[in-house]
């Protein structure tokens, strides 16, 4: 895996690997992650993105979307727990 692989691979790993409710509300990328993140929005700002680095950050985006979505489906179902 290369490295700029990294920031969303961790998300699509934590999905593979399966969790529950709580799990998926706690879960946070590594300081690794959100650290390549913002380079790359930064990188973004500057309009200096590879065709590559724009791939990259276009997944994580999607895949921090679809977090964000689970988590609050995830919190609603501990509520009813």
Known sequence: MSVTTRAYEEVVDFIAAGSDSNGVAAFRPSEAA??????LV?????DSLTPDERSELDHYL???HLMRLAKARARRFTAHE
Not at 34 to 39: F, L, S
Not at 42 to 46: T, W
């Open 34 to 39: 959100r650290r390549r993140v913002a380079e």
């Open 42 to 46: 930064e990188r973004e700002k500057d």
């Open 62 to 64: 999607q895949l921090e």
